[in-house]
């Protein structure tokens, strides 16, 4: 069957234009290395931030020199306020969005019995309520399809000292995502979420170091059965791919990155001695 002319001039014009992902937390970490990877195919990129303007702009800068686009937005995802700003800019700005990437998490690190009702609230409202408010705006925007994904971690899975707050948070994405999935599909919009382990961040520094008593970090990293922390480029790939042309049949699901870190359980390899360590480590 021949498609109708206007049909087609229609999809041209929609091939043609280049791609907009809004990213929250895209001044630093896996999600400056998301913006810049989309930049670097030409795509625009949406750089949201909350407090240091200088390192959003350089994103910018960067994914401009890379041959792609877009505009540094300051936002603090907590305030229902500033969601609604930042989606109003990227409306007044492209009029449309192909994906949004759910990144930006904050919360305390502290055991359960010490948890206050503001660490409760600010979690919820951080993690779990900004991206329920992120992805209406979103898929409002996503005329043509889109591509919605929420960074969360092995937290969400695993139990372990102070992530509480944190790892229930994550849960509770993870569950929004199949909702959404199943919500927006008819709209071809789909939902995933990418599970990151131990990602040599800023806030995997802060978790390790500044948590006073933490466990030492490399007592984790040597239970990894990849032997090492992922990268923001490990995540970031991941993400890459289910805001891609690849991904376009895969919806509700979360991917795991974490190294084999989830699928260990006690005793350790790490752990062992003599011949049978030696069978796996060699030394
Ligand atoms: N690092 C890890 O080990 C690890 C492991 C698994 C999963 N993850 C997940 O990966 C995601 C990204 O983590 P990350 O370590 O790369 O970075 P991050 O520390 O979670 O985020 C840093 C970015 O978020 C922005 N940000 C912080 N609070 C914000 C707020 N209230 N509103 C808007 N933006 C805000 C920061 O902007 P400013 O600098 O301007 O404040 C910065 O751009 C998170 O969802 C995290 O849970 C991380």
Do not use: C
């Not at 995802?77 to 930042?86: F, G, V």
């Amino acid at each position: 069957m021949t498609e109708p002319e206007t049909t087609s001039a229609a999809s041209a014009e929609t091939a043609a234009r280049p791609r907009v992902t809004l990213i929250t937390g895209s001044s630093r970490g896996i999600g400056r290395v998301l913006a810049l990877k989309l930049a670097s195919r030409g795509e625009h990129v949406v750089v949201n931030y909350k407090k240091n303007a200088e390192l959003a702009d350089d994103v910018v800068r960067e994914a401009r020199e890379l041959g792609g686009g877009g505009l540094a937005v300051q936002a603090d995802i907590e305030e229902p306020d500033d969601i609604d700003a930042l989606f109003e800019k990227v409306r007044a700005e492209y009029g449309r969005l192909d994906g949004f990437v759910a990144n930006a998490a904050a919360s305390a690190f502290k055991p359960v019995s010490a948890l206050k009702l503001h660490h409760l609230d600010r979690s919820w409202a951080m993690n779990v309520r900004s991206f329920v408010l992120g992805a209406q705006r979103a898929s409002a925007l996503m005329t043509n399809g889109g591509r919605i994904v929420a960074v969360t971690s092995y937290g969400s899975l695993r139990a372990f000292p102070t992530y509480a707050s944190l790892g229930a948070a994550k849960a509770a994405v993870e569950s929004y995502v199949k909702f959404m999935a199943t919500e927006f599909g008819p709209r071809n919009i789909t939902v995933n979420a990418v599970n990151g382990g131990l990602i040599d961040t800023d806030s995997l520094e802060y978790f390790y170091e500044r948590v006073p008593g933490m466990a030492p970090m490399q007592s984790v990293i040597e239970k990894v059965p990849l032997g090492r922390p992922g990268t923001a480029d490990d995540m970031a790939s991941a993400v890459e791919f289910l805001l891609g042309a690849h991904a376009g049949y895969i919806t509700g699901q979360t991917i795991t990155v974490d190294g084999g870190l989830t699928v260990v359980a006690p005793p350790y390899w790490a752990d062992t001695s003599g011949e049978l360590r030696a069978a796996v480590f060699g030394d």
